[in-house]
């Protein structure tokens, strides 16, 4: 569920726009009232305000905010005016161009959305970029990464509740057997992983479990530290759990000395429309600390007072 609030009575896309206009006027900028209409509102609504700024003032408005905001209040607010597949597109174009083996950017946004999301995100990304998203993730990754997203981010899966068991235990029984030999880039294994249903993927799983005795994720723990068997337990955690797997992005992002400003503003504003309520909950039960009451420790300014917006809070 969203965690996001909107106002009883939702002032005209028109009467945001001056309100906004007026928050870049004069000396100074006025951010609380920024932050007052824009993470209020929903991407139907971000989306009417960006058209009639335009329309009205004749500029685009995240290029203005672009020059009024700085910093990660700024990288978090022009994301979240982002419509969320173009969001999406923009996250991915990110991290392909800086693709690093520890980056689950790609895996995120590959495996928690539905087939015709990742559609739309591809498409967008095509139109904004001038390149299919599987070139370039081809393009930037090598190896092992290469085999395993090209066919995460080119994937269609079938969404539908239907599930074969035989098949279920016959693929279990076959990532098993991969599992077991440490051939864990094996084309079978990044074959089932990325192409069959989440559904089937699920049954799979069960499978395995009961009949080898421990969760796959487990047997896929033989080295911590290697990045390509962590990338294989993301995809699994994503599609077994998704909320599960953001709070631990969410709580990693807080964990050490220093916030990952990304990782945290990733998640909030890419899931508070969509789960963000649920992963709040996971995340208390995890922490026995609010997601509130831990952002607030460990951010400041303009940038905790957004973030606290789109989280929202429970006392309220």
């Known amino acids: 569920m969203s965690t996001l609030t909107i106002p009883h009575v939702v002032p005209s896309p028109q009467e945001d726009c001056e309100k906004l206009h ?151 029984h076959t990532l098993r057997k991969h599992i077991k030999d440490e051939e864990y880039n094996h084309e079978e294994v990044i074959r089932i992983l990325t192409t069959r249903s989440k559904s089937q993927l699920m049954a799979t799983f069960n499978a395995y479990h009961e009949e080898h005795g421990n969760p796959i994720n487990k047997d896929l723990k033989k080295d911590p530290k290697d990045d390509f068997l962590f990338a294989l337990r993301s995809i699994i955690r994503c599609i077994t759990c998704p909320e599960r797997y953001l709070e631990k992005v969410i709580r990693l992002s807080m964990k050490n000395t220093g916030t990952d400003e990304d990782a945290l503003t990733r998640v909030v504003t890419t899931r508070a429309e969509v789960n963000l309520k649920e992963i709040k909950e996971i995340y208390y039960k995890r922490n026995t600390v609010k997601l509130e009451h831990a952002i607030k420790k460990d951010t400041k300014g303009h940038y905790e007072d957004f973030l606290l917006a789109l989280v929202g809070s429970d006392e309220e």
């Open 22 to 172: 007026t928050a870049f006027s004069g000396w100074g900028t006025n951010e609380g009232d920024i932050i007052e209409v824009v993470a209020h509102r929903t991407a139907a609504q971000r989306n009417a305000i960006r058209r009639t700024y335009h329309d009205i003032y004749g500029e685009d408005l995240l290029k203005s905010l672009d020059k009024e905001l700085t910093q990660d209040f700024e990288k978090a607010v022009l994301l979240w005016m982002l419509d969320p597949i173009e969001r999406d597109a923009a996250l991915v174009n990110g991290a392909v161009k800086k693709w690093s083996p520890h980056d689950r950017v790609l895996v995120e946004i590959a495996v928690t959305k539905t087939a015709n999301e990742l559609l739309a995100v591809r498409k967008a990304y095509q139109e904004k970029y001038k390149k299919s998203l599987e070139e370039d993730v081809a393009a930037h990754t090598t190896g092992d990464f290469r085999k395993l997203m090209v066919p995460l981010v080119s994937s269609y899966r079938y969404e539908g509740p239907e599930v074969d068991s035989g098949l279920a235990k016959s693929e279990a």
